[in-house]
């Protein structure tokens, strides 16, 4: 995985998902100090990332991979993002405090019910110019 960049963290997501969607770009939007990159899930990349990684292809969570460092998936991965991003979005923070079993229960009720809920895509979008040095090909 020598392609990715050391100096970033990397978000793998469900790139066909509207509400993952919405989320990434929330995420730009408040990631100031310009910590994260994102690759979807399904592209060759994303599979290549979770391939290297040793998790199951079928995953059905974000992953933040920390590259050099480890990776993280569900609540934990949510919150590990939250802590690097604008100084408003940190008040998230406070929801930590719950249990990871716990709060993976919130997570996966929404993972599990978001195509339901917010609608899927065909295919994973492409970014818009402004924002496509942010997502890794």
């Known amino acids: 995985m020598n392609q990715l960049p050391q100096d970033k963290k990397i978000i793998l997501f469900d790139?066909?998902?509207?509400?993952?969607?919405?989320?990434?770009?929330?995420?730009?939007?408040?990631d100031t100090n310009d910590s994260f990159r994102f690759v979807a899930l399904?592209?060759?990349?994303?599979?290549?990332?979770?391939?290297?990684?040793?998790?199951?292809k079928t995953i059905d969570s974000i992953i933040l991979y920390e590259p050099g460092y480890a990776y993280f998936i569900k609540s934990e991965a949510v919150?590990?993002?939250?802590?690097?991003?604008?100084?408003?979005?940190?008040?998230?923070?406070?929801?930590?405090?719950?249990?990871?079993?716990?709060?993976?229960?919130f997570y996966d009720c929404i993972a599990k019910n978001?195509?339901?809920?917010?609608?899927?895509?065909?295919?994973?979008?492409?970014?818009?110019e402004d924002i496509a040095s942010k997502f890794i090909a």
């Open 15 to 30: 790139g066909v998902c509207n509400y993952c969607n919405d989320k990434v770009n929330f995420i730009i939007k408040n």
């Open 42 to 56: 399904q592209s060759e990349t994303g599979q290549k990332i979770i391939a290297y990684l040793g998790i199951n």
């Open 79 to 105: 919150f590990r993002i939250i802590k690097h991003l604008s100084s408003s979005v940190k008040l998230l923070l406070v929801f930590n405090f719950i249990p990871t079993n716990i709060k993976n229960i």
């Open 114 to 128: 978001r195509y339901k809920w917010y609608g899927k895509k065909e295919n994973c979008l492409l970014p818009s």
